[in-house]
């Protein structure tokens, strides 16, 4: 029998923890860690608890000891500020000391004799007083003092307090596995994206766009707010079955064809489209938007058009047809004639994953830290997470974008394996009830630990029906609910910015997409979408309560339409309450109830509110508060809320 019987606590469902500890727990800068557990013994002895937690394997190890909630469920909380992998591990134990407490004050209650008690607190006592002074005063007044003094010392609330903080630590129950937690850069966490294609970056109608004309753009989008710049693939495009416009399966000499089949006789995927221009001018681009902030993402596509190099080099790396084709790329019905696939079950498997990986690690030396990874859910899983851990081991502050719209254990394993922030199922969630289910299960679930949300309205491939020839107000609210329900978000540009509404008859899909031609956007004009852009970001960056998904707290109100959300800071410092009216055409009303518990309220409420959009400010002085949002006006109230010091 191995089993030492004077272990008597249990302690089961530890979080957070990712599968059983196989995969880390994500978190980034100063964000809170919450470890729960549940713990119990048997009877009715207190017991006591803690999480240790070091900074790598050979760090040293802090203590923080664990709370009592309910029903045997224990938390505690602590911050992670430093960037590098964290191991937790838990200790509980019956705590002896604290149990003779709690039944010596019992016993007192009822009248009983304490005269074996008192001795039984002594040598306890004695057993804590080691190199303790207080401790040793103590146990030295109690051996000393007559019956009724011993006993209004022990009842005394110092002498509580002592007992709270000297637990007898003896027979510890370790949890015995440590699990880790990967601490990663605030902007994994925090950021926000705007997407454009280079191609359509100039100024001048019918002119191929450039990187220095992009660079022309930076000032214009920094001043919006956003501090992540997201390109289409910018290699050389495939010339043999080039798609025209609508992907259409023959172009014209004339029509660049579509960025994600890369690869021609310019090069592949560590070449630049010559028509952007240079090496050179891509770093200059990088080197000017980090000046104000900004980082370029680089897409990841790894699927070749038929004239990319490595088709010619490495025809081992594809999929060989019977009548000695190739198999260009399929999603029945639609078939993709511009693209090969990988075949990942080459014999030659090994070689074709060293390439792929060279093709990240040359752009991190380009100056690339952020990549957006088109359809890693068609790619194997295996294979992610090896290079994501080799592209980290050169440079652990790389963040990598999974954009896979896919079944949820696919979604949910990407983010497991590495991937730090994800694509969602925000762009599909409409409707109240949609929207507050999808981000209960974001928050609440298991997925939490590991799937860093990234929420976008709109993206390149999709047009939603529910913004298809939609105005403005549409647009707005929802770019609103993407931009504060969650930290990371991101926007199809200026297809967004100017409402792109069109799509095709009966698809989610934009009509004259910009994946298959160049556009001309009026870069200088600015609209309403733009104002908002500026003065949401501008509220994000100024509100920390805003720079976390995690936090959310729904609240209460009486109409469907509308949707009212919280986000505090954990010292409520910062307080946000968000209400989006839902319809895009007509004024809704109704009544908004303040989380008293979470904000400390009082009887006697009296909270300020600032709209941080409007600048209106308003006082609620109870409980249940009326509010009204035309969406002609504005579709969203962003308020600022200051709680009376009286209430706090």
């Not at 045997?72 to 937790?88: H, P, R, T, V």
């Not at 000032?219 to 025209?244: C, E, L, N, Q, T």
């Not at 983010?415 to 409409?430: C, E, H, L, M, P």
Request: glycine letters at 4%.
């Amino acid at each position: 029998m191995t089993t030492n019987g004077r272990y008597r606590v249990i302690i089961e469902n530890v979080q957070p923890i990712v599968d059983n500890g196989l995969h880390p727990a994500k978190r980034t800068i100063g964000e809170r860690v919450d470890v729960t557990a549940a713990i119990f013994s048997d009877g009715h002895d207190h017991i006591r608890a803690a999480v240790m937690y070091k900074k790598g394997k050979e760090g040293k190890w802090t203590e923080v000891a664990m709370k009592h909630t309910s029903n045997d469920e224990w938390i505690a909380s602590f911050y992670l500020n430093e960037k590098g992998e964290y191991f937790f591990t838990l200790q509980a134990w019956v705590d002896h000391f604290e149990t003779w407490h709690d039944g010596f004050i019992k016993k007192s209650e009822a009248k009983l004799d304490l005269k074996v008690e008192l001795l039984e607190g002594v040598v306890i006592l004695k057993k804590l007083s080691k190199n303790n002074p207080e401790l040793i005063s103590v146990t030295r007044k109690l051996e000393e003092a007559k019956y009724a003094q011993a006993i209004d010392l022990v009842k005394d609330e110092n002498f509580s307090a002592l007992v709270r903080a000297n637990p007898l630590k003896e027979i510890v129950t370790e949890h015995g596995a440590e699990y880790s937690i990967i601490v990663e850069p605030v902007k994994a966490n925090f950021s926000a994206w705007y997407e454009f294609f280079p191609r359509s970056a100039s100024l001048e109608p019918g002119k191929h766009g450039t990187f220095k004309d992009c660079q022309r753009l930076l000032p214009r989008i920094a001043s919006m707010g956003f501090d992540v710049i997201y390109f289409p693939p910018i290699h050389p495009i495939g010339k043999i079955h080039r798609k025209g416009k609508n992907n259409n399966v023959r172009a014209t000499s004339e029509e660049p064809g579509s960025p994600w089949a890369i690869g021609s006789d310019e090069g592949g995927h560590k070449s630049l489209l010559q028509a952007l221009g240079s090496l050179d001018d891509f770093k200059r681009l990088i080197a000017e938007a980090k000046k104000l902030n900004i980082d370029i993402a680089m897409d990841i596509a790894f699927q070749c058009a038929p004239d990319h190099p490595y088709v010619k080099a490495h025809p081992e790396w594809f999929m060989q047809r019977p009548d000695g084709s190739i198999q260009y790329a399929e999603n029945p019905p639609k078939k993709y004639q511009d693209i090969y696939p990988f075949n990942f079950e080459s014999e030659n498997w090994e070689s074709l994953w060293e390439e792929l990986k060279s093709v990240f690690l040359y752009w991190v030396d380009q100056g690339v830290k952020i990549f957006r990874v088109d359809n890693p859910h068609t790619k194997p899983i295996p294979f992610w997470e090896w290079v994501i851990a080799e592209v980290k081991k050169k440079d652990p502050d790389v963040i990598f974008l999974s954009e896979a719209f896919t079944r949820p254990k696919i979604m949910a394993s990407l983010a497991k394996i590495g991937f730090t922030q994800s694509y969602t199922y925000f762009t599909w969630r409409v409707t109240k009830s949609e929207l507050i289910t999808y981000m209960d299960e974001l928050i609440t679930s298991p997925s939490r630990n590991y799937f860093r949300p990234n929420f976008w309205p709109t993206t390149p491939d999709i047009l939603p029906y529910h913004l298809q020839y939609k105005g403005e107000n549409s647009f707005i609210l929802r770019f609103a609910l993407a931009a504060t329900l969650s930290s990371n978000y991101g926007v199809y540009g200026a297809a967004y910015e100017f409402y792109e509404n069109k799509p095709i008859t009966d698809k989610e899909e934009f009509v004259d997409s910009e994946k298959y031609e160049i556009r001309h956007y009026d870069w200088k004009r600015t609209n309403r979408m733009t104002d908002i852009m500026t003065m949401i970001n501008k509220a994000r960056k100024e509100n920390k309560a805003l720079q976390s998904t995690w936090n959310i707290q729904f609240c209460t109100i009486e109409n469907s339409n509308l949707i009212a959300y919280l986000k505090c800071t954990d010292d409520l410092s910062n307080i946000i309450l968000t209400v989006v009216n839902l319809d895009p055409d007509s004024s809704q009303s109704g009544y908004v109830q303040l989380p008293k518990v979470k904000l400390k309220l009082s009887d006697k409420i009296n909270v300020k509110l600032t709209d941080l959009i409007t600048e209106e400010n308003y006082t609620w002085a109870q409980e249940w508060n009326f509010v009204e949002v035309n969406p002609n006006k504005m579709p969203f109230h962003l308020f600022k809320l200051t709680v009376q010091e009286s209430n706090m």
